[in-house]
């Protein structure tokens, strides 16, 4: 990443409501910016602060969890804007095109898993209510009074709470196979079905208070589940956002802005700086520096002249380029890599989690034994209501309360655990994945390092040259003169009094000093050699250029978990877009025996991919949209919070600090949830090895089914919580 990671940040539950006030005319438009680099309070205040009191802009508001800022604004209000507004504020900014976004329906989702819990609950209570009363030895009438009751109140409440586990386990059967859900249904509708008939027969026992607590239980487990996972987004939709909305068209020497969607190959289209490139194509006027650290993982800017081939995504730092359009929309490279993320992303869905696995035995083995039990009965018996009232017992008091309580019980804590280090599960089944990881592959620029530059040598210049060096670094946003300039504020270095500064796109900054001409910039331009290093030069009039030489902050705890990570037995690998120097140094400060500098996209995910057919369990750490088709690929994949967008979607774990260090506890952590997870199945197994033959029998009363579910649950939720 460049060096936009500076910046403080935000929290998405301080959002203040929208802005009401009056003064808005006419239509309004809306602008969405994606914001990388928020991450608390403070940058959620300070952004909406700021977009608000801009002209024209009359309401904004910023989501942490998206890291998005979506502005209600005049319609002759862009995009191009606002960014610059955001900039100054310390604040990295993109826009979205909201068309490609998609629009999550998770938060309606969970409401509704919530409602359909709370309706459950108190349908439960009320009818344990009422068979307390038939299990105190109520009797004749008054039992089918309170039986009536309990099936007004029951039917209902399941025909509603129920539905979740009704619509998965028709999705499976119209397909011919079996899932958790099946035996779930055929359960509750059993219950239900065999407690109205007793109840219209005037019989002694009805299973209203067990199907309902079924329902509670099982929705409490699935809500569970639902609260261990982020929004999940498309990340190749993410990547499609990020593409440029508009560009602007040169047509006769004449500007008009387009949209990208109307531009074809062989246009002509002026990039400003600052700008995204919109397309693939080449230059064919203007000089400038491109930054792809965000596709490439290069650190630093590119030199840009005509004839340089450009890419959809980069960024054009200093100064404005004409570009030749050779690829637009579906062709260019950004929407390629979309398409190789799409293509990651269907390849990781194929992976069978624990608990899928054990329907696969347990839902056949449940229906055989609930249909012997009432084959065996009926012909013991010759009464089927007899028979019937034994299968619904057997499917209850065997339906999977603690199995389906097993797994999300576990994540939810081990979620929690992992949360309060500073780490973020998305995704339901990535602890079980994170589990068998043997292999880690880190990305290099913004995820082992800090993705700015630092000064190494300052104590090589006299106050004399570090003045005027400062006073040409801050007049350029390149990230060698940011640097720069931090660096010498903070030793209370003040800008010498140099004229007629002025930057030269591509090349740096020059200005008068003392009659002398100064500059500030690449080694060509001021007839140094190149540096083995990352270097920025500086030339006082006809003085040999001196180097400043720069260096890639480690992120804190880079060193502590690449070795903790080693020492575990895990094979680390370092894969970069940077150049064979920059990634070879980094290797050598690590400790990293295997490295692949230079690496494109396509390059990470083939190499992931011929990991994984090696029998490798691969763990991919990156922050880049270069990156994002790898993160897919991965057996399991983190991001840090200060990765784009596009890569924290397809990412199954976002750490939400800046140290690294928590990256082994987290495989730790894993290992423990799927020990804690395998261990709840195996309690549910000896909590039905005794209950069955109870079931099988005939001793199974409503009263017995309602108590054996709820001990088995509480058992699964209490070895959890030992997690924490």
């Known amino acids: 990443m460049s060096a936009q990671q500076n910046a403080s940040a935000a929290c998405s539950s301080c959002v203040p409501a929208p802005d009401t006030g009056a003064g808005k005319a006419g239509k309004e438009t809306q602008i969405a910016l994606s914001l990388p680099t928020i991450s608390c309070q403070g940058c959620i205040s300070a952004v909406e602060r700021g977009l608000n009191a801009h002209p024209g802009v009359h309401n904004a508001r910023v989501n942490l969890t998206l890291k998005r800022a979506l502005i209600e604004a005049d319609p002759a209000l862009r995009a191009a804007d606002l960014i610059p507004v955001l900039e100054g504020m310390g604040y990295e900014a993109h826009e979205l095109d909201q068309g490609a976004l998609a629009t999550p329906g998770t938060d309606k989702a969970g409401r509704e898993l919530l409602i359909r819990l709370a309706v459950a609950g108190f349908a439960m209570m009320n009818v344990m209510l009422l068979s307390v009363s ?192 050779l690829a637009v929309g579906q062709d260019t490279s950004l ?239 370092m894969m970069s877009g940077d150049t064979t120097i920059a990634v070879e140094d980094l290797a050598k400060r690590l400790g990293i025996s295997n490295w692949v500098a230079e690496a494109l996209p396509g390059d990470k995910a083939d190499r992931i991919a011929a990991l994984t057919k090696q029998g490798h369990k691969v763990l991919m750490v990156g922050d880049g949209l270069n990156d994002t088709a790898a993160l897919s690929s991965a057996h399991v994949s983190i991001s840090p919070a200060s990765a784009l967008d596009a890569a924290r979607v397809a990412s199954d774990i976002v750490l939400l600090g800046q140290d690294l260090s928590p990256i082994p506890e987290a495989c730790d952590t894993a290992r423990q949830a799927t020990k804690r997870i395998r261990e709840n199945f195996r309690i549910a197994t000896i909590y039905n090895l005794i209950a069955v033959p109870l079931a099988v029998a005939g001793l199974a009363t409503p009263l017995i089914a309602a108590l054996a579910m709820s001990s088995s649950s509480i058992t699964v939720s209490l070895n959890a919580l030992r997690l924490r």
């Open 134 to 325: 038939v299990w105190s030895g109520a009797s004749d009438a008054t039992r089918d009074m309170f039986h009536w009751i309990s099936a007004a109140i029951a039917i209902p409440a399941i025909a509603y709470s129920a539905q979740p586990f009704f619509r998965n386990a028709w999705s499976a059967l119209s397909v011919g196979r079996l899932n958790m859900d099946v035996p779930i249904s055929l359960a509750i509708l059993l219950a239900l079905f065999t407690s109205v008939w007793e109840t219209m027969l005037s019989g002694e026992y009805a299973y209203f208070d067990a199907a309902l607590a079924l329902t509670f239980f099982l929705l409490g487990g699935r809500y569970l589940d639902f609260r261990t996972r982020a929004i999940a987004r498309s990340a190749a939709g993410e990547l499609a956002a990020l593409e440029v909305p508009r560009a602007i068209r040169l047509t006769d020497g004449t500007e008009q802005e387009v949209a990208v969607a109307d531009l074809s190959v062989g246009d002509l289209i002026l990039v400003r700086p600052g700008g995204r490139m919109p397309v693939d194509g080449q230059i064919v006027e203007g000089r400038s520096e491109l930054d792809r650290s965000l596709l490439t993982g290069e650190t630093l800017p590119v030199f840009a002249e005509p004839g340089i081939a450009v890419s959809a995504g980069e960024v054009n730092l200093t100064g404005p380029l004409t570009i030749r359009a």
């Open 335 to 573: 929407h390629r890599m979309a398409d190789l993320v799409a293509i990651a992303e269907s390849g990781r869905s194929r992976y069978t989690s624990l608990a899928d696995k054990a329907a696969r035995l347990y839902a056949p083995g449940v229906h055989i034994l609930s249909a012997l039990s009432f084959i065996g009965w009926y012909l013991w018996s010759g009464d089927v209501r007899i028979a019937l009232n034994i299968a619904a017992a057997v499917l209850i008091i065997t339906c999977p309360c603690a199995l389906g309580l097993a797994v999300p019980a576990v994540t939810t804590a081990a979620s929690g655990r992992l949360f309060r280090r500073g780490m973020l599960i998305k995704d339901a089944t990535a602890l079980e994945r994170l589990a068998e990881v043997d292999t880690v592959v880190f990305d290099k620029t913004g995820t082992l390092t800090a993705g700015t530059p630092d000064l190494a040598n300052l104590d090589d210049f006299s106050p004399d040259d570090l003045g005027l060096a400062l006073a040409l670094a801050q007049a350029s946003s390149h990230p060698l003169a940011v640097s720069l300039t931090k660096a010498a504020r903070a030793q209370g270095v003040e800008p010498a009094d140099v004229s007629d500064i002025s930057e030269q796109p591509g090349f740096g900054v020059e200005g008068q000093y003392n009659g002398q001409l100064v500059r500030f910039g690449r080694a060509a331009w001021v007839d140094a050699d190149q540096s083995t290093q990352t270097a920025a030069w500086l030339a006082i009039g006809d003085a040999a250029p001196r180097a400043f030489l720069f260096t890639d902050a480690l992120r804190p705890g880079a060193a502590e978990a690449v070795q903790a990570l080693q020492d575990s037995g895990k094979t680390v690998l």
